[in-house]
């Protein structure tokens, strides 16, 4: 991967996005459909993971926020939670590192965006292990710190990142050791970018069945999922051009321009 710089910070006064962390009007917001251009990132998002899932199938979406999975997650035994106590949560105050759920509980586990939040990732890799059915599915969509996505995040002081993280060691956050909730978005990298040390550390939990980058251009158009900046309104014609345009350009240099990465873990049994 290539690092702009090793390690970064924003305190949460600096952040240059709207409604940092307000759940409920993100979910409102998004109720209201202002625009195609949120609705179009999140079914990007979410769709493909139906590929996983199938009719009767248990699931569960861990660190859900405000929930938009529900819109997109064809599943009548799906449910969402979250550290939290929010209203439109099926399970409140769910710390994924220690769930409280019965072993082998779920056909599959989605985490969506929120890897790069987790403390002690090797906790929370035991933690999903263990609550997963046999051939359970961990579903992930995570962000994907390219030069561009690094760039942005310096601009916006949205959330920092952290190359020298030891995400192997469950004595040690990996996120700010200040603010353990906060985000780091190289958490992805160190955990999956090199196989063999994955392997080493979870390899007996988990077989990377999809580990797939993406572009993603309408994201950085798209006005924030939970916190808000601005955007210009378009239809789903002109997004799907500015993708495909974008697309072109992501593949040959996907550590310059991707955005985001689709990854499908499946429990060794």
Not at 148 to 177: C, R, S, Y
Not at 240 to 249: Q, V
Request: aromatic share 16%; net charge positive.
């Amino acid at each position: 991967m290539i690092k702009i710089i090793k390690k970064t910070k924003f305190l949460k006064n600096e952040n240059k996005m709207k409604n940092f962390g307000d759940i409920e009007k993100a979910l409102k917001s998004f109720k209201k459909r202002k625009s195609d251009n949120l609705y179009y990132v999140l079914r990007e998002r979410f769709e493909w993971m139906n590929n996983y899932i199938k009719e009767d199938d248990v699931g569960l979406e861990v660190g859900a926020g405000a929930g938009f999975s529900k819109e997109f997650i064809i599943n009548k035994n799906f449910k969402i939670s979250d550290f939290a106590n929010h209203e439109h949560l099926n399970f409140k105050n769910i710390d994924a590192h220690n769930t409280g759920f019965k072993d082998n509980s779920f056909d599959y586990v989605i985490a969506s965006h929120m890897i790069h939040h987790i403390a002690y990732p090797v906790k929370f890799f035991k933690e999903i292990y263990r609550i997963l059915k046999k051939d359970g599915k961990l579903i992930i969509y995570e962000s994907y710190a390219s030069v561009l996505l690094q760039f942005i995040e310096m601009i916006m002081k949205h959330e920092g990142f952290d190359w020298t993280k030891n995400v192997w060691d469950p004595t040690i956050t990996a996120t700010d050791d200040e603010d353990v909730w906060s985000g780091n978005i190289a958490i992805p990298h160190l955990l999956f970018d090199n196989r063999e040390v994955f392997n080493k550390n979870l390899g007996s939990y988990f077989k990377i069945e999809l580990d797939k980058t993406l572009h993603e251009f309408s994201f950085l158009n798209s006005g924030g999922v939970s916190s808000k900046t601005f955007c210009i309104p378009l239809n789903y014609f002109f997004i799907k051009i500015l993708d495909k345009i974008y697309y072109i350009l992501t593949k040959p240099f996907p550590k310059i321009f991707a955005i985001g990465r689709r990854l499908v873990l499946k429990k060794n049994n």
